[in-house]
């Protein structure tokens, strides 16, 4: 009974700490603020329908240029992902995964029983994708390949010139499988940094799945979709939802849509947010040059930060999370998305803003504490 891989991850699920640079969300959206008197006195609590309520797929469809047809509506995106993986791989069929990674992406498809290949993207290099590299991975047997732009945990998007070169790889070597492009964190840009363009309208062979969680800050909505413009997928998704959850909660996809009709106001507003916490980031990564190296985000409430080698030799590291520990603190330990343990994600969304100052303080603590002594 191993269908399910341990992460430790999920300890994100658990008590949270004072100061929790850890999490790759920005602050919760508050009921509250999507509520006005009377919204929901005439919402009929009966069974909501399987590809997902009409409107919200409207809504969803007009962010990403596509047609609403070809939006499912998904129980946030990870329902997306494993549907993704359980409908095109079976057991011996082969996916195509980059790492580092948001651990469930990667261990659903293990689950599935995917043959997995991974393709290693690099600190040194910025974590940025080379096709040629990726081509080497792939075979007549790959069925899915499955990134994400911007990365979780790095932050580092792929522009569309990577995804098409992705894509004619793709067609030379494996052209019946799928490109899956995981864009939570899209519309999360600094300030007034436009978004990237959505990968969904690249090919008929593109799958886009995304969620309220990251960007709208409503993850305990539990609204996730899928973007499928392939017909014959798109039906396979409808059926494979409907027969593990058969719909969404209805109040779930009311509420959903009400955070899509404010989504410019909401988003620009977390924009702002993600864009003093990465300035705040970017300074304390200045201020300990000596200890630690960063790759800076395109996008999203996460960056990946390193402990550098000549300061912290692996007891210093274990040292370095304990001491966070003892100051009632927690990064994203890079060993959950398959980094090395000196590599941690620094979530500077979430926070306030002087509670994010008073945890950089903290961590800088942690890295005092914990450095390598001196001989």
């Known amino acids: 009974m191993t269908r399910f891989v341990h992460n430790d991850i999920i300890s994100l699920t658990g008590r949270a700490p004072r100061f929790d640079l850890a999490e790759s969300v920005g602050p919760d959206l508050r009921l509250g603020e ?43 995106g990870m329902h997306a992902l494993f549907l993704t993986g359980y409908i095109l791989c079976g057991r011996g069929e082969e996916a195509i995964i980059a790492t580092p990674v948001f651990p469930p992406a990667r261990d659903t ?115 996730g979709w899928s973007i499928l413009r392939d017909e014959a997928l798109r039906e396979q998704m409808v059926l494979g939802k409907f027969n593990t959850v058969i719909a969404n909660s209805t109040i779930d996809e009311m509420l959903g849509l009400r955070v899509l009709t404010q989504a410019d106001a909401i988003i620009a507003a977390r924009r702002k947010h993600l864009g003093e916490g990465l300035a705040r980031t970017a300074a304390w990564v200045a201020r300990n040059a000596a200890l630690v190296e960063w790759v800076k985000p395109d996008a999203g409430a996460l960056c990946c930060v390193r402990l550098r080698s000549d300061q912290f030799d692996q007891a210093a590291v274990a040292r370095f999370h304990a001491a966070l520990t003892a100051l009632d603190a927690r990064v994203g330990d890079g060993t959950w998305f398959g980094e090395e343990a000196r590599v941690f994600r620094l979530g500077f969304g979430l926070l306030p803003i002087p509670e994010l100052e008073l945890a950089l303080g903290v961590l800088s603590t942690a890295l005092q504490q914990a450095k390598r002594k001196a001989a």
């Open 34 to 76: 999507l509520l006005g008197p009377g919204t929901a006195d005439e919402l009929r609590l009966g069974y909501a329908t399987a590809p997902g309520d009409p409107a919200l797929r409207a809504a969803i469809a007009a962010q990403h240029g596509v047609e609403a047809d070809e939006v499912i509506v998904t129980i946030g």
């Open 109 to 223: 498809l293990l689950s599935v029983g995917a043959t997995l290949r991974q393709l290693p993207l690099e600190f040194n290099e910025g974590y940025r994708l080379d096709p040629g590299r990726l081509a080497v991975l792939l075979s007549p047997a790959t069925r899915l390949v499955c990134l994400a732009s911007p990365q979780n945990p790095s932050g580092v998007a792929l522009p569309c010139e990577v995804l098409d070169g992705v894509l004619l790889e793709m067609a030379a070597r494996c052209p019946k499988a799928f490109l899956l492009v995981d864009e939570t964190y899209r519309q999360a840009a600094y300030n007034n940094d436009e978004a990237a363009p959505s990968a969904a309208t690249l090919s008929p062979r593109v799958i886009v799945t995304g969620s309220l969680s990251k960007c709208h800050g409503a993850p305990g909505l539990r609204i």
